[in-house]
C-alpha cells in the first residue's frame, strides 16, 4: 500500500476517534471539536490535502487554475442572478414605478446569466476528471483556513432588545470588556407572532397553594371528557378579565379548572429597521428578521434567536455574529460540490494528457 494512502487511513481514523468522543451522548464533551487536537489534526489534513492537489494536478497545473477561475465567475454569475432576480420579482409585486427598478433589476440578472453560460463553458472545456478531483482537495483546503479564520476571530455576541422601543444598537460590547462599533443603527420597530389555528384542552387541579396540571382533555362532538367520565360541553366555557382564553371552574374539593390551552407557536417575526451609510449618503431599509433567515450588514450577520414577555413590552433575543472566514469556507463547500459532482461525472481526460502527466 502506498505511503500516501496510509497517511490519508490514519487521517480519516483520527477524526472519527475525536468525532466520537465529542458527540458520545454519555461520555462525550462538544469542547472536543475546539481543542487542539482537532485543530492540529485539521491543519495536518488541509496541508495533506494541498499537496495531493498540487500532485494529481501535475504537469497541468496552469489549465487547472483556469478553469478553478472561471468556475468561480460562474458561481459568481449565479448569486447576481438569485439576487438581483429575487429583486427584480419584489420590485414588480409594488407596481408603479418601482417597474423601472424591477426592469433595471432583471438586466443585471440576465448579465449574470451570461456570465454563467460563458464561464461554465470554459470551466467545463478546461476540466476533466483528475482536475475536477484535485479541485476538490482544494476546495477542502479552502474549507479548513475558513473555519480556522473564523476559530480565530469569530465575534458572536447576544444582544436584547425591546420591540416598538425608541431603542437603537450601534455598538455591542464583547465579552472582556472592548467595545465595537457596528458601522449601521439596528432597532427593531415591530414584532409579530403566529399561532396555530388548533384547540385543545387541559384539566387543573387546585394543590399545594397552586393549580397543577391533571391531563388533557380530548374534544369530541363538541364536549370534553373528564377523567371521572363527567361530560362538560365546550360551549360552557367562558371568557372573564385577565384570562386570555376560555375556562370553566368545577366545584368540588379540590377545586378543578377546564382551560383551553394556548395554542403552539407557529412562527415569529421582527421587522427591524436599518440605518447605514452607502457611499457617504445615509441609506435606511427594513428587513424582516425570522428564525434561520438573518440580516446581513457591514459583514455583520443579526440572527433571531428567541423572544419573551415582560412589563416594557416584548424582548427580543438576538445574536451579532462577526465570521471573517464564513465567505471562505462557503466557497470552499461549493468547490467541494461542483467538482465532487464533475469528477463524477464530467469527461475523462484525453490518453495524451495522461501519458503527458
Known amino acids: 500500500m502506498r505511503s500516501s494512502i496510509i497517511i490519508t487511513l490514519m487521517l480519516i481514523g483520527a477524526a472519527c476517534v475525536l468525532l466520537l468522543a465529542g458527540g458520545f451522548p454519555l461520555m462525550g464533551a462538544p469542547a472536543v471539536y475546539r481543542s487542539g487536537a482537532v485543530m492540529l489534526l485539521g491543519l495536518v489534513a488541509a496541508l495533506t490535502c494541498a499537496v495531493a492537489g498540487w500532485r494529481i494536478a501535475a504537469g497541468e497545473r496552469l489549465r487547472l487554475l483556469g478553469g478553478l477561475i472561471s468556475l468561480f465567475f460562474a458561481c459568481a454569475g449565479l448569486a447576481v442572478v438569485w439576487q438581483f432576480g429575487s429583486q427584480a420579482v419584489e420590485m414588480a409585486h409594488m407596481g408603479g414605478p418601482m417597474w423601472f427598478g424591477a426592469v433595471g433589476m432583471a438586466c443585471t440578472g440576465i448579465v449574470g446569466i451570461l456570465f454563467t453560460g460563458l464561464f461554465g463553458f470554459l470551466a467545463k472545456r478546461a476540466m476533466h476528471t483528475r482536475l475536477w478531483l484535485a479541485g476538490a482537495h482544494w476546495a477542502l483546503v ?5 473555519a480556522y479564520v473564523d476559530y480565530c476571530s469569530e465575534q458572536r455576541i447576544p444582544i436584547t432588545m425591546t420591540a416598538g422601543a425608541q431603542e437603537t444598537l450601534s455598538e455591542v460590547h464583547t465579552a472582556d470588556g472592548r467595545i465595537l462599533p457596528l458601522d449601521f443603527t439596528l432597532s427593531v420597530e415591530q414584532f409579530e407572532l403566529t399561532r396555530y389555528n388548533t384547540r385543545n384542552y387541559s384539566l387543573h387541579r387546585f394543590e399545594r397553594g397552586s393549580w397543577q396540571t391533571v391531563c388533557p382533555l380530548v374534544e369530541k362532538e363538541g364536549t370534553l371528557c373528564l377523567p371521572n367520565g363527567r361530560q362538560v360541553a365546550v360551549a360552557d366555557l367562558r371568557t372573564a378579565p385577565g384570562m386570555p382564553h376560555p375556562f370553566r371552574l368545577l366545584q368540588g374539593e379540590p377545586p378543578q379548572l377546564i382551560m383551553q390551552d394556548i395554542p403552539p407557536v407557529r412562527e415569529y417575526k421582527a421587522l427591524c429597521r436599518v440605518d447605514t451609510l452607502y457611499r457617504g449618503r ?38 451579532l455574529r462577526r465570521a471573517p472566514g464564513r465567505l471562505i469556507a462557503l466557497a470552499g463547500m461549493v468547490g467541494l460540490i461542483l467538482c465532487s459532482a464533475f469528477w463524477c461525472w464530467g469527461r475523462s481526460a484525453s490518453p495524451s494528457s495522461i501519458a503527458k502527466s
Open 142 to 146: 479552502l474549507i479548513a483556513t475558513g
Open 282 to 319: 445615509p441609506e435606511t431599509r427594513r428587513v424582516t428578521l425570522r428564525v434561520n433567515e438573518p440580516l446581513s450588514c457591514k459583514g455583520w450577520m443579526v440572527y433571531l434567536m428567541n423572544y419573551r414577555e415582560s412589563a416594557a413590552g416584548t424582548q427580543v433575543e438576538l445574536l
